[in-house]
Structures are given as structure tokens and as C-alpha cells.
């Protein structure tokens, strides 16, 4: 019996990622930079509760 994954998409530019990526979440070091950069520029509000809806839950931090 096959466990089916479950794709994941990048947050920015919406491509699939490889849960087992260095950038993982995102697909690239690039949308991982413009990520970091959004959140030095302020460009993500931390009061908005819709953010969390994009949060897998099977995320694990290593
Ligand atoms: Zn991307």
C-alpha cells in the first residue's frame, strides 16, 4: 500500500515543492529570499488570521 502525499504548493508563486527541500516551503531559494523580504518590508500583517489557513499541520521543524 502507497502513501499518497499530499502536494504542496509554493506560497509565492504557487509551484509544487518537494516537502524534503532545503527551501521547503518554497520552491526555490529565490521565493525563499522574496519571502524574508516581504516580511523585512512589513508586507504581511501579523494580526491577520487568514495566514494561518496555509499552514500545513504536518509541518515539523527539524
Ligand atoms: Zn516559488
Redesign the pocket.
Known amino acids: 500500500m502507497t502513501i499518497k502525499q499530499t502536494p504542496f504548493k ?6 509544487p ?1 518537494i516537502r524534503k527541500s532545503e527551501d521547503f516551503p ?3 531559494p ?2 525563499k529570499t522574496i519571502d524574508l523580504g516581504n516580511w523585512a518590508s512589513d508586507a504581511y500583517s501579523i494580526s491577520e488570521p487568514s495566514a494561518d489557513d496555509d499552514i500545513p499541520h504536518d509541518r515539523v521543524i527539524h
Request: a positive charge; proline letters at 8%; hydrophobic letters at 35%.
Open positions: 509554493c506560497p509565492l508563486c504557487k509551484a515543492v518554497f520552491c526555490s529565490r521565493c
